[in-house]
């Protein structure tokens, strides 16, 4: 079954960088695109990046001024988000989400998700 | 940015009860809306997508309607696992954005 497993969370200084990660399993990693989405504590959801099947297209969140970077490894089925220069207010669960598979219809919701992982930027 | 706003906030109700939430959009996203239910801890599960399309393994008491800019998700008859947060979120443009939920919580 499909099973996408967050780590790499943990509490950092503001200023310091941090790199998520997300294995895949259960699924021909390379045929999906995938989105980190995080959710501050007690807050709602908040699309954060998106990356296509083949690494070849990236968006980002306007809000995170390139701080962040999506990247994906699918030799390794494993997808990451770079994050630099936290900020206190980065302080969140980041889950990794996969769109489903763009046939001859594609929906690019999240039809899968992680169990999050929690990253705190404090000092 | 596409604003998403949900109504209401809070919504209490009994097993059984029909329940309505809404969710506007600031400018058209044709179809392009899913519905996700959150419970504490747990991470979200989509139950509705392309406005009125029922995810895998959904129960059929979940229904979505609408297009452009104002859609609802219904549940016909509330269970004892349906109190959670609900928050809808269009896929029209970047950045994907998401409304700010509604907890449906026991009356």
């Known amino acids: 079954q499909v099973q996408l497993v967050e780590s790499g969370g943990g509490v950092v200084q503001p200023g310091r960088s941090l790199r998520l990660s997300c294995a895949a399993s259960g699924f021909i990693f390379s045929n999906f695109a995938f989105h980190w989405v995080r959710q501050a504590p007690g807050k709602g959801l908040e699309w954060v990046a998106v990356?296509?099947?083949?690494?070849?297209?990236?968006k980002y969140a306007d809000s995170l001024k390139g701080r962040f970077t999506i990247s994906r490894d699918n030799s390794k089925n494993t997808l990451f988000l770079q994050m630099n220069s936290l900020r206190a207010e980065d302080t969140a669960v980041y889950y990794c989400?996969?769109?489903?598979?763009?046939?001859?219809?594609?929906?690019?919701?999240?039809?899968?998700w992680g169990q999050g992982t929690l990253v705190t930027v404090s000092s | 940015d596409i604003q998403m706003t949900q109504s209401p906030s809070t919504l209490s109700a009994s097993v059984g009860d029909r329940v309505t939430v809404t969710c506007r959009a600031s400018?058209?996203?044709?179809?392009?809306l899913a519905w996700y239910q959150q419970k504490p801890g747990k991470a979200p599960k989509v139950l509705i997508y392309d406005a009125s399309r029922l995810g895998s393994g959904v129960p059929l008491r979940f229904s979505g309607s609408g297009s452009g800019t104002e859609f609802t998700l219904t549940i016909s008859s509330l269970q004892p696992d349906d109190f959670a947060t609900y928050y809808c979120?269009?896929?029209?443009?970047?950045?994907?954005?998401f409304g700010q939920g509604t907890k449906v919580e026991i009356k």
């Open positions: 990356i296509s099947h083949d690494g070849s297209n990236r």
């Open positions: 400018q058209s996203i044709r179809s392009w």
């Open positions: 989400a996969r769109e489903p598979y763009c046939g001859d219809e594609c929906f690019p919701y999240f039809d899968s």
């Open positions: 979120q269009q896929y029209n443009t970047f950045p994907y954005t």
